[in-house]
């Protein structure tokens, strides 16, 4: 029988992942099916069980119910504990000894770094600035400093925010958090983490902030460089957008279910002229 995954959303129709994992499976040679699945905002907890009902073997799970999706998780990995939040869900996974156990990791944050690496960007010793300390910036910070980089900035809107978050993550390395006001120096690498992008907007940043060669990088992605990434490259900076993090994180993923690893690079290729 065909092994059935999911991506759970709200909305989802307009979902990439499941051409991503349709890609996947045939270059893998793994029968899967994959459809992307409106949950209720009321009851995920509902949709994920009548999932399992009809076969279901694991999901991905993206807006609005990360957290959701956490809490009803049997084990969790230790980045998807320190995040708050999964992506993925596994059932029976990490070798959980009843079958109907649900595990679950987050992928985010594995699916960044990758597509950093896959850029050239190197982040150990680096000055890393990543603006925004909201869900999405919680998800990637423990695999970004165990790259460990010199130093972690995050920088948010609501200054306390990003104070709190850093304080959550120091004992995996030296960060620290505050106001855009309060960016000082020059990065090498600079993240925009926040959905200002989604409004058109523009975090206030001082205009030096990249350092020679610097490389600015939007977790969001669409048809046209963001208005971050335009800003980035006026400023001196190497402008890369999230689509490649969407396909890492799936492919990640994908391995946590499957057990292979698939090449990313035809599928991105793909993605980035449908766009
Ligand atoms: P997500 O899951 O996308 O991270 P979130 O948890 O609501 O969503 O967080 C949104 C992030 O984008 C926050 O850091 C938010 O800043 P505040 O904490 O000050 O709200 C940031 N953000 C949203 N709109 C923004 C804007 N127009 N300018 C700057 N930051 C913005």
Request: hydrophobic share 45%.
């Amino acid at each position: 029988m065909t092994d059935r995954y999911c991506v759970f959303g709200n909305p989802v129709a307009h979902s990439k992942s499941p051409a991503i994992h349709a890609a996947f499976a045939e270059q893998t040679g793994e029968a899967i099916e994959y459809t992307a699945i409106a949950a209720p905002l009321d009851d995920f907890a509902g949709a994920w069980r009548r999932f399992v009902a009809e076969g279901g073997r694991g999901a991905n799970v993206t807006v609005p119910f990360k957290e959701e999706a956490f809490r009803l998780c049997d084990t969790l990995s230790q980045r998807a504990r320190r995040a708050g939040a999964v992506n993925t869900l596994i059932l029976g996974g990490n070798g959980l000894s009843n079958e109907l156990k649900v595990y679950g990791d987050t992928t985010d944050g594995v699916g960044l770094v990758r597509d950093l690496k896959r850029h050239g960007v190197t982040l150990a010793a680096a000055r890393v600035l990543v603006l925004g300390a909201g869900g999405a910036v919680r998800g990637v910070l423990e695999p970004l400093l165990a790259e460990g980089p010199a130093s972690v900035r995050v920088a948010n809107r609501t200054a306390a925010k990003a104070e709190s978050l850093a304080a959550d993550f120091s004992e995996l390395g030296e960060i620290t958090g505050g106001g855009f006001d309060a960016v000082v120096g020059q990065f090498q690498v600079v993240i925009n983490g926040t959905s200002a992008s989604l409004a058109g907007d523009l975090p206030p940043l001082p205009e030096d902030l990249f350092a020679p060669g610097a490389t600015a990088y939007d977790m969001m992605y669409g048809a046209e460089p963001t208005v971050f990434l335009r800003w980035a490259a006026e400023h001196g900076a190497r402008p890369e957008d999230g689509l490649g993090m969407l396909v890492e994180q799936a492919a990640e993923s994908f391995f946590q279910w499957r057990g292979k690893h698939p090449d990313t690079a035809p599928v991105l290729e793909r993605l980035r002229q449908a766009l």
